[in-house]
Nanobody, 123 residues
């Protein structure tokens, strides 16, 4: 099994940037497609972005983050990142990284999850 740990969350003002990181252990991250999800209080967990196993593969973004967020991975370092720019108050949520056998956009298709990191964006 692979274990995932997110980091990099925090409290920022609207328009600011944050970079989230997900570190893997137990298995090489190169074995998995990776996704970022978020869940705000009182809402369902929703898809943010996903990336296939290798550089040059598929990348997907939810409409509400396209053009502002960038997902990337470094298999040599066993990490996946989410660069978040132009943050908005509605981006406030707990952000999770997850691993899947193939790129997917729904939580139930992912087998492994991190514990989440809180992102709070003030007006």
């Amino acid at each position: 099994q692979v274990q995932l740990v997110e980091s990099g969350g925090g409290l920022v003002q609207a328009g600011s940037s944050l970079r989230l990181s997900c570190a893997a252990s137990g298995r090489a991250l190169s074995n998995y497609a990776m996704g970022w999800f978020r869940q705000a209080i009182g809402k369902e967990r929703e898809y943010v972005a996903g990336i296939s196993r290798w550089r040059g593969g598929s990348i997907y973004y939810a409409d509400y983050v396209r053009g502002r967020f960038t997902i990337s991975r470094d298999n040599a370092k066993n990490t996946v990142s989410l660069q978040m720019n132009s943050l908005k108050p509605e981006d406030t949520a707990v952000y999770y990284c997850a691993a899947s056998s193939a790129i997917a956009t729904t939580p139930r298709e992912y087998n492994y999850w991190g514990q989440g990191t809180q992102v709070t964006v003030s007006s």
